[in-house]
């Protein structure tokens, strides 16, 4: 009788014979988020925004756990626009701490409406938020010839993903430490970390290469 062979680390066979990412388990709402969403990349200052926020929030928790929460947290904060959060005080504070539809940290909440200024800031000097973090886009160098799950488990973070945390430390973001931005970057396509051997990948790399960066001007990125 003819056996299969042993997948590779990292990946699973799904129900309909596809091979994904093993982190996404069998949960639907995993799989659509790994298979739609997980490393592509965009320019809309609102969504990276909104990313950078979530990933905040999940400190010392699941990403699956913020997930099912993720409409609720829309609903919180206004749709994660830049403007609307950077307008709440206090008040709006004290509203999300009782919300029982999203994380109800308060230094989460708190960090949520200073980071939302924050981009405000650098939107206003610079016109693009989104231009100021792929400016620190990697460009290649150290990244393996093949993804798999050895290279994931040694790469909580990145020399880009620090370059960026302190580059957002300095503009005076918080919960933006160099493993929550590795995290970011991997999840909105600034680096293509589906295992080699994973169904999405290929989608990935091609959403990266048809992907318009947006302009940053030279002088000012470090990435």
Same mark, same amino acid.
């Given at each position: 009788?003819?056996?299969e ?14 091979? !994904?990412c093993?982190?996404?388990?069998a ?8 298979? @739609? ?16 926020c ?30 609307r ?15 029982? !539809?999203?994380?109800r ?95 999405a990948?290929?989608?990935? @790399? ?9 302009a ?6 470090? !990435?």
């Amino acid at each position: 009788m003819d056996h299969e062979p042993p997948l590779a680390d990292g990946l699973i066979r799904r129900d309909d014979g596809s091979l !994904g990412c093993a982190w996404h388990g069998a949960d639907p709402l995993y799989r659509r988020y790994h298979d @739609e969403e997980w490393g592509r990349p965009t320019s809309d200052d609102d969504r990276l925004f909104e990313k950078l926020c979530l990933e905040g929030f999940q400190a010392g928790l699941s990403w699956l756990t913020i997930l099912r929460k993720r409409e609720a947290f829309r609903e919180a904060f206004e749709g994660f626009s830049i403007d609307r959060v950077g307008r709440m005080g206090e008040a709006d504070v004290d509203r999300l701490v009782a919300d029982p !539809g999203i994380v109800r940290h308060r230094g989460k909440i708190v960090s949520a409406i200073n980071n939302a200024r924050r981009a405000a800031e650098i939107r206003q000097a610079h016109g693009s938020l989104a231009a100021f973090l792929w400016s620190f886009e990697p460009d290649g160098t150290g990244r393996p010839d093949v993804v798999d799950a050895a290279f994931l488990r040694a790469t909580p973070s990145s020399a880009a993903s620090t370059r960026l945390s302190k580059a957002l430390k300095k503009a005076g973001f918080s919960f933006v430490g160099p493993t929550t931005v590795y995290a970011f970057m991997q999840s909105m396509g600034f680096v293509n970390d589906h295992v080699e051997g994973c169904a999405a990948r290929a989608a990935c @790399e091609a959403a990266r290469a048809d992907f318009a960066r947006p302009a940053w001007p030279p002088h000012l990125g470090e !990435g």
